[in-house]
């Protein structure tokens, strides 16, 4: 197969399933990689997305609850560790291996991450990698050149080939079954969270009434509009920084350079810089280039918690540099 050439049809059709299949894989996906309808494959499975829609009219709460200093913070904060957890460990951690981890932190941050509701993690690398080998290409499902930016922005995560996991892809992945456990079960992950974030407010509604929070409202904040907000701040890299910003290198796909996206994803929007040479665990590459998530992982190697970061390499620097 060439990049040039259309998404792949399987040769076996799976058979039309009721609307029972898509309710019980909201919360067990175990059949997701079974072979895909070609008339349906690429058509968003309305039923299936109800809980990603209703993710979003969540934020609505805020209408009832009202906002308060405190989950503001307890918003901003969830976004923060989730987005590192998303960058660090599902992007550079999972779909590249620029460095290693014990399993037990390993676990740790892909449950962190799972809980952003972007999926498992054996899920996104298995779609990352895919859109590194054919980035901007017809076989690439979000390329706002081939499918415009609504599509490379939202649309194809919610079809039926968008929620398959390829696990051929991810061979490295699939032999940790915790990983696999967070993967098909991927709902488990958000709804613990969100219950301990309705916990922790109703806590303190008790423990500190001066704060003026409440469980709902923590729930509003810190779950529903936070995670929204994350997820379509992690998706920007796919819809916007493939269209904005600048081209230190000339790569085969369309990817650019964003300082404001780059300060939104904590060093994502470095993407031309990455998809140059994506086997770092660095993408700004020069030192006013920001990357939260490089400062987050040399912490955590300091720690002894990762370790062999895998560096930017003194050839590559020095190209960036011209």
Same mark, same amino acid.
């Given at each position: 197969?060439?990049?040039?050439?259309?998404?792949?049809?399987?040769?076996?059709?799976?058979?039309?399933?009721?609307?029972?299949?898509? &309710?019980?894989?909201?919360?067990?996906?175990?059949?997701?990689?079974? %072979?895909?309808? @070609?008339? #349906?494959?690429?058509?968003?499975?309305?039923?299936?997305?109800? @809980?990603?829609?209703?993710?979003?009219?969540?934020?609505?709460?805020?209408?009832?609850?009202?906002?308060?200093?405190?989950?503001?913070?307890?918003?901003?904060?969830?976004?923060?560790?989730?987005?590192?957890?998303?960058?660090?460990?599902?992007?550079?951690?999972?779909?590249?291996?620029?460095?290693?981890?014990?399993?037990?932190? #390993?676990? %740790?941050?892909?449950?962190?991450?799972?809980?952003?509701?972007?999926?498992?993690?054996?899920?996104?690398?298995?779609?990352?990698?895919?859109?590194?080998?054919?980035?901007?290409?017809?076989?690439? @499902?979000?390329?706002?050149?081939?499918?415009?930016?609504?599509?490379?922005?939202?649309?194809?995560?919610?079809?039926?080939?968008?929620?398959?996991?390829?696990?051929?892809?991810?061979?490295?992945?699939?032999?940790?079954?915790? &990983?696999?456990?967070?993967?098909?079960?991927?709902?488990?992950?958000?709804?613990?969270?969100?219950?301990?974030?309705?916990?922790?407010?109703?806590?303190?509604?008790?423990?500190?009434?001066?704060?003026?929070?409440?469980?709902? #409202?923590?729930?509003?904040?810190?779950?529903?509009?936070?995670?929204?907000?994350?997820?379509?701040?992690?998706?920007?890299?796919?819809?916007?920084?493939?269209?904005?910003?600048?081209?230190?290198?000339?790569?085969?796909?369309?990817?650019?350079?964003?300082? +404001?996206?780059?300060?939104?994803?904590?060093?994502?929007? +470095?993407?031309?810089?990455?998809?140059?040479?994506?086997?770092?665990?660095? #993408?700004?590459?020069?030192? +006013?280039?920001?990357?939260?998530?490089?400062?987050?992982?040399?912490?955590? %190697?300091?720690?002894?918690?990762?370790?062999?970061?895998?560096?930017?390499?003194?050839?590559?620097?020095?190209?960036?540099?011209?």
């Amino acid at each position: 197969m060439t990049d040039a050439e259309p998404l792949a049809k399987p040769a076996i059709v799976e058979p039309r399933r009721g609307p029972w299949s898509a &309710l019980r894989r909201w919360f067990d996906t175990g059949g997701a990689d079974e %072979a895909l309808d @070609p008339e #349906q494959a690429d058509r968003i499975d309305w039923l299936r997305a109800a @809980p990603f829609i209703a993710l979003h009219l969540g934020c609505l709460g805020a209408i009832w609850t009202g906002v308060s200093p405190t989950a503001l913070a307890v918003a901003a904060a969830a976004y923060a560790l989730r987005m590192f957890a998303v960058t660090g460990f599902y992007h550079r951690g999972f779909s590249h291996r620029t460095f290693r981890a014990a399993r037990p932190i #390993q676990f %740790a941050f892909a449950a962190l991450g799972a809980s952003s509701v972007q999926r498992g993690p054996l899920w996104w690398a298995a779609h990352h990698r895919n859109h590194h080998h054919h980035a901007d290409t017809p076989v690439d @499902p979000h390329s706002p050149r081939v499918h415009g930016f609504l599509w490379s922005h939202v649309g194809w995560f919610l079809t039926p080939r968008g929620f398959r996991t390829d696990l051929k892809r991810v061979p490295d992945l699939a032999r940790y079954p915790e &990983l696999r456990w967070l993967d098909r079960y991927d709902t488990a992950i958000p709804v613990l969270f969100a219950a301990a974030i309705y916990a922790l407010g109703a806590w303190l509604r008790h423990a500190d009434p001066a704060l003026h929070t409440s469980g709902a #409202q923590l729930l509003v904040w810190g779950f529903f509009v936070s995670t929204v907000v994350l997820f379509h701040a992690t998706v920007t890299i796919n819809s916007l920084a493939h269209r904005f910003g600048s081209r230190r290198f000339e790569t085969r796909d369309d990817s650019r350079n964003n300082l +404001w996206l780059a300060l939104l994803t904590f060093g994502e929007g +470095w993407h031309n810089n990455h998809h140059h040479f994506p086997g770092t665990a660095r #993408q700004g590459f020069l030192w +006013w280039e920001i990357d939260l998530t490089w400062y987050g992982l040399r912490l955590l %190697a300091a720690l002894g918690l990762v370790h062999d970061l895998r560096p930017l390499p003194a050839r590559v620097l020095a190209r960036a540099r011209r």
